[in-house]
């Protein structure tokens, strides 16, 4: 195998491996992302899969704000999922920032 095909192998993973650690983050500072990882989760897919899908998510996101040349936020985005009837809208009110959603559920009282 070629020097510059093993380089950009190393790259490609290094992006992944970048996408997937905001993602994961992301969970606890992002109202939606918490959500749509218990959604993810709560229909059965494992850690990292629910991770990775949602480093899919960003990924659309962050390309789409790029292309726009406009900031992320995250107002406008939670505007959009309840214009389009989303269902991790339900799930918002079971997400607290900096807790693990599908660990530490909210308890409704």
Known sequence: MARSSLRENKSIKFHRQSFHEYAKESIFYSR???AY???QRT?????????????????????????DHT?????????????????LIALLDKVELGKNPFKNPVKNS
């Open 32 to 34: 939606w992302a918490g």
């Open 37 to 39: 990882f218990l959604q």
């Open 43 to 67: 229909k059965g897919c494992s850690y990292h899969t629910a991770v990775r899908a949602l480093a899919y998510k960003w990924q659309r996101i962050i390309w789409r704000c790029w292309q």
């Open 71 to 87: 900031p992320y936020q995250e107002e406008i985005f939670e505007a959009s999922l309840r214009r389009s009837n989303s269902p």
